[in-house]
């Protein structure tokens, strides 16, 4: 199995500005996601964050609103770039540990 | 076509029934199925995974697979309150994972 830790684990952030979402695994993984999560709604994957390489995006999302970092096999971090109020949302690093796919307690983010 | 199908809900349930979630599925190259609960202000939680057909038990949670219909399925016995939340089923295959919409399921007391 695998633990995922992220922060913060709330924000509440002005319009305009950035925040970045750290995640970290307690052990050493191969796959790392990020998704998005409205108030009930599913998960949205927003990319698969690579280790050593840019990260994959999925339709509808860009690096330049979502840069990630992956240094290493146990650490990612999402950046929500340029805020805006449809950006409020949940945000969930996940981790993939023999094929099973693990999750942070999640971000949850409130732009004004 | 989703992936993934599962009826949203809500379910409500009195304490002690027993509860069937169920999710179709429309890529037969699946090849893991996993259910998840996630209570509300938290990120989902691992409940079971499953490889194939058949049914795989957790004390009170049993998985089922059946793979000819594409059906997926976890049955809750004794239903608790502390069931209450929403459940998320998902299929895997080649590093991807789909997901369904999440069923909310209420056992109320």
């Known amino acids: 199995s695998a633990v995922i830790s992220q922060k913060p684990s709330r924000d509440i952030c002005q319009r305009g500005t950035s925040l970045t979402i750290q995640c970290q695994v307690d052990?050493?993984?191969?796959?790392m996601f990020w998704y998005r999560q409205q108030p009930g709604q599913s998960l949205t994957l927003i990319a698969t964050?690579?280790?050593?390489?840019?990260?994959?995006?999925e339709s509808g999302f860009v690096i330049d609103k979502f840069p990630i970092s992956r240094p290493n096999l146990t650490f990612s971090t999402l950046t929500v770039s340029n805020m805006s109020p449809e950006d409020s949302s949940i945000y969930l690093c996940s981790a993939t540990a023999s094929r099973i796919q693990y999750f942070g307690a999640g971000t949850r983010l409130s732009v004004l | 076509q989703k992936e993934v199908e599962q009826d949203p809900g809500p379910l409500s349930v009195p304490e002690g029934a027993i509860v069937s979630l169920n999710c179709t599925y429309s890529n037969s190259a699946f090849q893991y199925f996993m259910w998840y609960r996630q209570y509300s202000r938290k990120g989902p939680e691992l409940l079971m995974y499953t490889y194939s057909s058949g049914n795989k038990e957790d004390g009170r949670f049993t998985a089922q697979v059946d793979k000819s219909s594409k059906y997926i399925s976890l049955f809750i016995r004794d239903s608790q309150p502390s069931d209450s939340a929403t459940y998320l089923c998902?299929?895997?295959?080649?590093?991807?994972?789909?997901f369904g919409s999440g069923t909310k399921l209420n056992v109320k007391p």
């Open positions: 998902a299929g895997y295959n080649f590093n991807k994972f789909y």
């Open positions: 964050a690579n280790q050593g390489s840019e990260a994959t995006y």
């Open positions: 052990s050493q993984v191969t796959m």
